[in-house]
Nanobody
């Protein structure tokens, strides 16, 4: 059974930092693309960052502030978020799958709230 477990969300002031983690089990982690998405209240889910074939890509809104990384030995994907803004407030989801264009597996999400 595939399981993705996010952690590290919370409440932070504007300009602060958080590090999200997502432990993945039940798949051959190193063979899969991974990514982070987010969904703010009243908005559609949007991609934040993805590692596809080893190459990270970012949404324009987070470039230079967020860093996605993975540790294949720990089957974990991370999202380091710096210089957080109130508009970064959302539920953050990690995802995994053979192809980043169509992720098969999703976590339950972790809430990130940035206060102004």
């Amino acid at each position: 059974q595939v399981h993705l477990a996010e952690s590290g969300g919370g409440l932070v002031q504007s300009g602060g930092s958080l590090r999200l983690s997502c432990e993945v089990s039940g798949i051959l982690f190193r063979a899969n693309d991974v990514g982070w998405y987010r969904q703010a209240p009243g908005k559609q889910r949007e991609v934040v960052a993805v590692i596809s074939d080893g190459v990270p890509t970012y949404a324009n809104s987070v470039k230079g502030r967020f860093t996605i990384s993975r540790d294949n030995a720990k089957a974990t994907v991370y999202l380091q978020m710096n210089s957080l803004k109130p508009e970064d407030t959302a539920v953050y989801y990690c995802a995994a799958g053979l192809f980043a264009a169509d992720f098969n597996y999703w976590g339950q999400g972790t809430q990130v709230t940035v206060s102004s």
